[in-house]
């Protein structure tokens, strides 16, 4: 029997699983399958607050990390996030205790090769056109299970759908390679640009992950990529027999979501549909009238007269082209941007691409603390340094020196604006979203 084989037999078998580190979007998709296919699933997390206000915590039992251990007698199977290192206390129990523990990537791996799988691939525009296609499946009735890295509206598991149907659409992640754990038999690749500096050295390294995920497509497999990336990166992929090369421009699509790079998600959803005879005005109908995903432009309220949207941009190629859809949309109206750096490695690799995309923004900005994500060394570019530099182009730039301080300043800036957009995928979201 092999690791795979292996896997999916500790999934099937398995009656309880501890999942550390459930707060993860992913995770959280990972336990509605679970629970779904009748598993009891206790779940951790550290950021308690968070993971005890999510509305879908009836997928598992939920405990705080320091009272878990206590609760776990029963459980055969353990999987961990990528927030959960070799060296974590609960893990190292999970060691001791001979339990089997999976990292996130290796049971979507499994969990993949139980479905044929469609895999949506690529650095920027994964959750959007994992969501669009999912739509487009609904619609036909082809009953999708879905696993998205954002929350789908009107989803009761929020970025997880579980279908009847014998097709799986998720969404691949490149940071680690996670993706080649994956059993795709169609890939969508959206994108292909450098990011995760922490993982990837360059734009040619990303590629070069990606020439090993489409690799994994079987014979008769399938690969949908646009004629850019195409005609960049086509030689290095290969798969050239597999591919079905999506050219720029198509017919103009009336969609809820605005924004060019939309227009081109949409239309590699639509293409990938055709694979499975879903007929393309049909599979037009469904992605316009597709409302959006949690997190990418949404409206999250009004506080002070502003309306308040939070969109998941923290690369300065996605807050161009949102800000591009954006502005077009709201040309009118005055806007303070609120930007919150995820990871200093980020921040360090991009940073006169952000000074450059935040200075051309015909709006206010302010610009908040770096969200620490998986760093350690704390070394790398602050905000002061992207505010300083900043200001030396622009006019109305701001820098929020603490999280206190939040409500105070954006209450002082509030007569002056009309929405407030604010990039974050860290932890200005929550932050926003408490407003009173």
Known sequence: MNDNEEIIDWLKNSKTVVMLGIGGVGMRALAAWLKANGKTVIGADVDWNFIKDDQRVEAYKLWPEDEIARHWQKAELVICSDAIPQQHPLRAVAVKEEKTVLSYAQALGAISRQYFTIAIAGTHGKSSTTALLANIFIDAGLDPTVIVGASVPGWPQGNARIGQGKYLIAEADEYMNHFLELAPRMIVLTSIDFDHPDWFNSVDDV??????FTGLLPGG?????????????????GKRELATVVSWPQAHLDLQLTGEHMQRNAWLAITAAKEFTVAEDKARRAVEKFAGLGRRLETIGYWQGMEIISDYGHHPRELEATWQGFNEAHSYKKVLVVFEPHTAERLTSFFNDFVRVLADMSAGVLITPVYQARETSGQGKTSRDLYEKLRGVKKDVRLLKDWEKLPDTLKQLAGDYDILLAFTAGKLDQKLRKLK
């Open 207 to 212: 590629a070069d992950s990606m020439r090993k």
């Open 221 to 237: 497999g399938k690969l949908i990529i646009g004629g850019d990336v195409w005609d960049k990166y086509g030689d290095k992929l």
